[in-house]
């Protein structure tokens, strides 16, 4: 029960109880802040009674008050009441928000300021504090008010609200500025005449799907704008639903997405561009891998010339393509630590496919940077770049081979010009005789090598060779070739060489022999040889011109010819017989394949 002192104290501060605010009164008695009585609103919003907060400290009342407790807001406290006390006058705290329980039980959120003021005694000393609440719901809300329509005028956003049904029933005044719609025009369904044709099915669909549901909405579509043109826009509402759950009113925003959606457009074409290059590149193999030279893309040009797919390769080791003794001396590493120091690493080497082949490639290594992060950025991985040149690496290979052939042809050629010019002044009595020997077997030789440039060098048929050398010689039927059938191939030195004999033998047909006599023959046969070790024989038969006397006494230039060394060198050999009939001729030649030299001599 209250005291009497207790009841007449209380009563000095009946006042108190019209303040609509918790009002305290304390005693200056520091640091506890005695309290003396309190108002109803503040027992209504504590719910506690008189009894359990006279007497008590102030840092054991008030923060319940404010539903916090700590120890840095009772230092706040105590140092607002001892403002008062030595300043004898108001202090006011920080504003708060609060939750206040209603009459009902429920809670409503507040905003309220502590305000301590001095009551002064006769001899001017503070005899005690009035500890009140001032309600700033109000001012907090309004000013909260007034920063979102400054954000709002600001903002290139579109506030807009719909009832229950999705009907629109309020929207922002920015809506016409933009739209050039009118906004009372936009309520209900209006705003349907502002998306894109090609939109608009779509976005109205998706509007009905979220409404039907409860659930939230976002689409993005292009809307109209006031010059004609349309831009991209993003549209995003929620329900606000009762206590009950149903919902009161859908708010909205409309934001306009337009460049970020031009530029994710842009990049989209940009990266399908690239990805089509990558796929259409199929005569390159181009892969990516990380910093571990693990692979993380693979195109089919890689497929196509490696052998694995995509699937198959994907997370596995690059090195795979490298030939074993590569791997082992560390070349992949090499070269990715290469790429990654100067920007790239080109490389010419043997790589092998999943079966097993080998091919010779060209292959350029660099990094993979993001675009955006700056060139100095560190690299996401690597890139290659490879291309299989085999043919064109055989094909060098070939031409050098082919310019050393040309090399030695040449110089053998000029010997044998030589050789010729030196033979043929031995042989000719003056100028112009060698002039007009040594013109023809020039012509005889050029002959030859048309032969052998047809056939690439490689070889020529027995028979072709006789067949384009004496065939010049068959008119009026006295030359017969109709025996010479053997398709031996002979080397290069071997054609050279029996051009020049059957110049030779048919030079001296034509100015000593059976065609120097109209009713001379000569009869040529060229035939596979019945020796186990193979080879081809070619006979010269002359019959029907004049008296061969018997063996020259001097060697003319065709004689030296048929010589064991020329003869030999070429893989021929030779047997001239005078016989009086006539010059009988036989020559015996060995294969390409039997060791013969495929070179002229």
């Given at each position: ?20 605010t ?11 802040y005695?309290?003396?009585t309190?108002?109803?609103v503040?027992l209504?919003?504590?719910?506690t ?10 840092h ?13 807001e ?14 004898q ?20 959120e507040?905003?309220?300021t502590?305000?301590?003021?001095p ?5 001017g000393?503070?005899?005690a504090?009035?500890?009140?609440i ?9 000013e ?33 500025t933009?739209t050039g ?22 976005m ?9 549901g409860?659930e ?14 349309y ?30 959606k ?21 005569d ?10 693990r692979?993380?893309?693979w ?6 010339l490696l ?10 080791s690059?090195?795979e ?10 070349a ?11 920007g ?7 790589h ?6 080998r ?8 990094p ?7 060139p ?16 064109r690496?055989r ?8 310019v050393n ?11 044998m ?13 003056d100028p112009l005789?060698?002039?007009?020997a ?13 032969l ?16 384009a ?15 010479c ?8 030195g071997?054609?050279?060489t ?8 048919a ?30 024989v070619?006979e ?8 061969v ?18 003869m030999?060198a ?18 015996r ?7 013969a030299?495929t070179?002229?001599?």
């Amino acid at each position: 029960m209250m005291s009497a002192d207790d009841a007449k104290e209380a009563s000095r501060w009946r006042l108190l109880e019209v303040l609509p605010t918790p009002c305290l009164v304390l005693l200056p008695d520091a640091p506890r802040y005695t309290v003396v009585t309190a108002n109803g609103v503040f027992l209504r919003i504590t719910m506690t009674e008189h009894a359990a907060v006279v007497g008590h400290a102030a840092h054991e009342v008030i923060p319940g008050l404010l539903n916090s407790r700590s120890v840095a807001e009772d230092q706040d406290l105590r140092a607002s009441l001892t403002r008062v006390v030595e300043t004898q006058a108001p202090d006011r705290m920080p504003t708060r928000r609060c939750a206040v329980r209603r009459p009902d039980g429920s809670f409503e959120e507040r905003h309220w300021t502590p305000v301590s003021s001095p009551v002064l005694n006769s001899r001017g000393e503070v005899e005690a504090i009035i500890h009140h609440i001032e309600d700033d719901t109000a001012t907090v809300l309004r000013e909260r008010e007034d920063r979102l329509r400054a954000a709002i005028e600001l903002s290139a956003h579109i506030l807009w609200t719909a009832g229950p049904d999705g009907r629109v029933v309020e929207i922002d005044p920015r809506w016409e500025t933009v739209t050039g719609l009118a906004r009372a025009d936009a309520l209900g369904d209006g705003w349907m005449r502002i998306p894109h044709p090609d939109d608009r099915a779509q976005m109205a669909a998706a509007w009905q799907r979220a409404v039907a549901g409860g659930e939230p909405y976002d689409a993005d579509a292009r809307l109209g704008m006031v010059d004609g043109s349309y831009r991209w826009w993003r549209a995003r509402a929620a329900p606000r639903r009762g206590a009950d759950g149903r919902i009161l009113r859908w708010h909205g925003v409309i934001e306009d997405i337009h460049d970020r959606k031009a530029a994710e457009i842009a990049l989209r074409s940009e990266r399908e561009r690239l990805r089509l290059i990558f796929e259409s590149a199929t005569d390159y193999a181009i892969f990516a891998i990380d910093l571990d030279r693990r692979v993380t893309s693979w195109n089919e040009g890689a497929r196509r010339l490696l052998g694995w797919t995509a699937d198959e390769i994907a997370g596995k080791s690059a090195d795979e393509i490298y030939l074993p003794q590569d791997q082992e001396d560390g070349a992949p590493a090499r070269e990715a630590a290469k790429a990654l120091e100067n920007g790239r690493a080109i490389n010419e080497r043997w790589h092998q496919r999943k079966n097993g082949s080998r091919f010779w490639a060209s292959g350029l290594l660099m990094p993979l940077r993001d675009p955006e992060a700056g060139p100095g950025s560190p690299p996401l991985g690597l890139l290659k770049i490879l291309r299989d040149t085999t043919e064109r690496r055989r094909a060098e290979e070939r031409r050098r081979l082919l310019v050393n052939e040309l090399n030695h042809r040449v110089k053998n050629t000029l010997a044998m010009v030589q050789s010729l010019a030196f033979q043929t002044v031995r042989g000719s009595p003056d100028p112009l005789s060698f002039s007009a020997a040594f013109q023809k077997r020039i012509i005889a030789l050029a002959h030859a090598h048309d032969l052998l440039t047809r056939e690439h060098w490689e070889g020529v048929a027995l028979h072709e060779v006789v067949r384009a050398t004496v065939g010049l010689l068959s008119g009026g039927g006295r030359v017969s070739l109709s025996r010479c059938t053997s398709a031996m191939m002979l080397a290069p030195g071997a054609v050279l060489t029996l051009v020049l004999v059957l110049h030779e033998l048919a030079a001296n047909a034509l100015a000593h022999g059976a065609l120097s006599d109209a009713r001379g023959t000569v009869r040529v046969e060229c035939h596979d040889s019945a020796d186990d070790g193979g080879g081809a024989v070619v006979e010269w038969l002359e019959r029907g011109g004049p008296v061969v006397p018997g063996s020259p006494a001097r060697r003319g230039f065709g004689l030296r010819l048929l010589g064991k060394g020329i003869m030999g060198a070429a893989g021929m050999a030779a047997e001239i017989r005078f016989e009086p009939e006539g010059i009988h001729c036989i020559l015996r030649l060995r294969p390409l394949s039997a060791g013969a030299d495929t070179r002229p001599t």
